[in-house]
């Protein structure tokens, strides 16, 4: 009964390649947001979907491209992955006017 | 510009110790919305506290404390009696506006409750 899961919780890749991070809410949220940890511990936003819709656009590579097929899922695919990608990314979900959820976060780590 | 400071990169206490740890924050916006979430060697992030700008009434729980100062632009964060599974880095957070999703977080707090 997970409320907020993302996938894979591990992700171990080489350079260069693509690859993509699922998330899905069930808690029946109209936004959901991507953060991104890096090795320091700090956190900072990347993305925010509202209704499918790009509503938060922080200063993120274009490598990054989230996706929303609908209000439950946002998807994080990155193409041509460097080492500084290497972080813990955080999917989360809201409600206007409510906290955030977050997911338990996908660790990535490129070789 | 909003911001949010943690000048205590790390704290080391002995259990039953009380500790406290702080936050300031700056924005221009008279209405924000200030968090504290505690994330634990496991990863995930915790959600402990949201409290909106229109109130400064101090909260407790349990053995945690909050003490916002508006004067002082603070949220402060006490643990009173801290337990070895009190370790985790912590970290405050500042929303502005009606959205509570655009989260600045702090750079946390990593503290150490050795037995």
């Known amino acids: 009964d997970t409320a907020v899961s993302q996938t894979p919780k591990y992700l171990v890749t080489q350079m260069g390649n693509d690859k993509s991070i699922k998330c899905e809410q069930n808690l029946g949220h109209d936004t959901m947001y991507w953060y991104k940890q890096d090795s320091k511990k700090f956190l900072k936003i990347m993305f925010s979907y509202n209704n499918k819709e790009l509503i938060i656009n922080e200063t993120v590579p274009n490598r990054f491209s989230p996706k929303s097929p609908d209000k439950a899922h946002l998807n994080l695919h990155i193409n041509s992955l460097e080492l500084g990608d290497s972080a813990v990314y955080f999917c989360?979900?809201?409600?206007?006017?409510?906290?955030?959820?977050f997911g338990s976060g996908t660790q990535l780590s490129v070789l | 510009a909003q911001k949010v400071t943690q000048a205590q990169t790390e704290i080391s206490v002995v259990e039953k110790e009380d500790v406290t740890l702080d936050c300031v924050y700056e924005t221009r916006d008279t209405t924000y919305y200030l968090f504290w979430y505690k994330q634990p060697p496991s990863g995930e992030l915790v959600f402990l506290i949201r409290?909106?700008?229109?109130?400064?009434q101090n909260e407790i729980s349990g053995r945690y404390s909050w003490n916002f100062q508006k004067s002082t632009s603070s949220f402060n964060f006490t643990i009173t009696a801290s337990q070895v599974v009190d370790s985790a880095v912590y970290f405050c957070?500042?929303?502005?506006?009606?959205?509570?999703?655009?989260?600045?977080f702090g750079k946390g707090t990593k503290l150490s409750v050795k037995p």
């Open positions: 409290r909106n700008s229109f109130d400064e």
């Open positions: 957070a500042l929303s502005v506006g009606g959205s509570q999703g655009n989260l600045i």
């Open positions: 989360a979900s809201s409600s206007l006017g409510e906290k955030l959820f």
